[in-house]
């Protein structure tokens, strides 16, 4: 039957324990609403929170769903330009130099997709005073949190202390450390006000997660394994064989991601330096695709023109044969 539309009290209850046992922040069932994924999370929360005209300042690269979503709310995406040797992480003089009047809120994706980015307490602790200084909202995107590599470690920039929690929207699922992808479960927690709002913009559309789901992921939080470590070291490995490959392509430019299961290698050189006339990473990848039946995405799609995004959430054998035939192709057209 239809649960409550925000989530069952058990499935919010749990969220809240894990909330307080892997990332020490202090929720109640009230500060928590259960989407059809954590891209809904997301979607209600903008909803939720802003009125026409408002801006929302999302570092480059960006998950392509972010200024997308601003815009369906009728706000104002404002892109603030990272650099590939800060390991694509915006800092608080970045974010400085876009703070608007109607600035209203940051997307913080953290661990990054595409980048792969980790960022340290210190350059959290930056961006969260400037937040409580100009007083706009964090989104907190932490759906990678599991998947991350190095001896790194995920902080929720809301455990930083209570001012910055309220300020602060944590979004996380159960599509990427449970690899529970069809399943469609999704939250996020927050000052319960808004996260009340949100609930009310998902109970007139789409209403309650799947019932069934919400008691599958009752159980995944409460009763964990050693599946998830088993497999952030399983992705550990496959990122260093990619990586260690692509960087004995002559050209090829990337940085070591340090979670999620992205990588972003830089192309340019081939997009000035080919023999089928291809001028951007969008025909690269039309072209591998139909030359070699390699899918990937093209960077231009994250914001990031002239790079490729690898994903390694697949078998080390098709890895494997990925990367060859993008090899292949590179020696092909560049011969």
């Known amino acids: 039957k239809y649960t409550p539309s925000s989530g069952t009290l058990q499935l919010r209850q749990a969220i809240c324990k894990k909330f307080e046992r892997e990332n020490h922040i202090t929720y109640t069932p009230d500060e928590v609403i259960v989407s059809n994924g954590a891209k809904h999370s997301l979607y209600n929360i903008f909803q939720a929170i802003l009125n026409p005209g408002d801006e929302v300042i999302i570092p480059r690269p960006y998950w392509l769903s972010y200024p997308e979503m601003v ?4 706000g104002v995406p404002v892109v603030a330009d990272v650099r590939e040797e800060d390991s694509f992480k ?9 703070i608007t009047p109607r600035t209203k809120a940051f997307v913080l994706n953290n661990p990054g997709n ?7 307490r210190r350059e959290l602790q930056a961006i969260a005073d400037l937040a409580e200084e100009n007083r706009f909202f964090i989104v907190s995107d932490e759906i990678y949190e599991s998947l991350i590599y190095d001896g790194q470690k995920h902080i929720s920039i809301a455990s ?17 450390a449970y690899a529970m992808t069809g399943w ?13 709002a949100a609930g009310r913009v998902q109970e007139h559309t789409t209403s309650c997660v799947n019932s069934i789901t919400q008691k599958a992921c009752v159980t995944a939080l409460n009763e964990e394994d050693d599946s998830i470590e088993n497999m952030r070291k399983e992705f550990w490995k496959r990122r260093d064989y990619l990586y260690d490959m692509l960087m004995k392509i002559p050209h090829v430019v990337c940085k070591k991601p340090q979670g999620a299961f992205y990588i972003m290698p830089d192309i340019s050189w081939y997009l000035e330096n080919n023999n089928l006339g291809l001028k951007t990473s969008a025909q690269f990848c039309n072209a591998l695709l139909e030359k070699h039946h390699v899918a990937m995405v093209d960077g231009g799609s994250f914001g990031v023109k002239g790079t490729v995004r690898f994903s390694y959430a697949n078998s080390m054998e098709n890895i494997t044969k990925g990367v060859n035939r993008f090899i292949s192709f590179l020696q092909e057209i560049s011969s």
Request: glycine residues 10%; charged residues 25%.
């Open 114 to 120: 595409p980048s792969g980015c980790i960022y340290r």
């Open 90 to 98: 915006v800092s608080a003089e970045d974010l400085r130099k876009v």
């Open 184 to 196: 469609r479960l999704g939250y996020a927690a927050g000052p319960s006000h808004i996260i009340g």
């Open 71 to 74: 815009r369906m709310a009728d």
């Open 160 to 176: 930083l202390n209570d001012s910055v929690r309220d300020l602060t929207f944590t979004v996380n699922g159960m599509s990427k």
